[in-house]
């Protein structure tokens, strides 16, 4: 029996429906190259994706002081720890576009092991795995490990990325979002071996 893809529980609105919108739109199609089923969903409230984006902007900006591709690993560990695929095949995409390695995406989940990753980088995936979880895990140990490689404003961002991915984990988890052709590429190629399941994806 052919598995399909799940039934979105509210279907992604076209990216014309809210014309206040198309400034957003227009910046996430130059920056993705197409604009998120997330955020076609979300356009029912225009406030919440203004919001958004400027959120998301500033957290996963390059106008930090944490690299912008380990910001995408950073979210693609707090997604795994929390199921959520769609963001999976998002932050993966957005990793590899920023910089990442692929060998290093493959890495990602054995970062504690693997000579790809530095000290610096496991404790705050460390912590970011931790805090994905439910009830948070974070240990004062885990934070003061995180402390001795990060300034407090880096640590500052870091936990800024990992608690905005745990808005985006619980809503596209909550709503069945539907990937997009390419972050659906990019799950198939670089996140079998991470438990990512195609089957869950596939269209009819």
């Known amino acids: 029996m052919t598995k399909t893809l799940p039934v ?16 957003a739109f227009a910046a996430a199609r130059k920056m993705l190259g197409f604009v ?6 979300l356009q029912r409230k225009p406030a ?40 999976m095949a998002h932050t993966a995409g957005g990793a590899l576009h920023k910089g990442v390695s692929a060998d290093k995406l493959a890495a990602i989940l054995e970062f504690q092991s693997s000579p790809l990753f530095t000290p610096a980088e496991r404790a705050a995936l460390a912590c970011a795995s931790a805090a994905a979880s439910a009830p948070n895990a974070v ?6 490990g995180m402390k001795q490689h990060w300034s407090e404003e880096q640590v500052v961002e870091i936990v800024a990325v990992i608690s905005l991915f745990g808005f985006l984990n619980r ?10 052709d390419e972050p659906l590429a990019v799950g198939r190629q670089h996140l079998v071996a991470q438990g990512w399941d195609p089957a869950r994806h596939m269209r009819s």
Do not use: W
Not at 36 to 41: G, H, Q, W
Not at 171 to 180: G, I, Q, V, Y
């Open 139 to 144: 240990t004062d140990e885990l934070f003061a």
């Open 36 to 41: 998120p089923n997330a955020m076609l969903i």
């Open 48 to 87: 919440m994706v203004k919001a958004f984006m400027a959120l998301a902007g500033t957290v996963l900006g390059p106008g930090g002081e944490v690299n912008p591709g380990f910001k995408e690993m950073i979210a693609h560990v707090v997604s795994h720890a929390a199921g959520c695929q769609y963001c």
């Open 8 to 23: 979105p529980r509210l279907s992604p609105l076209s990216a014309d429906h809210t014309p206040e919108l198309g400034e």
């Open 171 to 180: 809503f596209n988890d909550t709503m069945a979002t539907p990937l997009e």
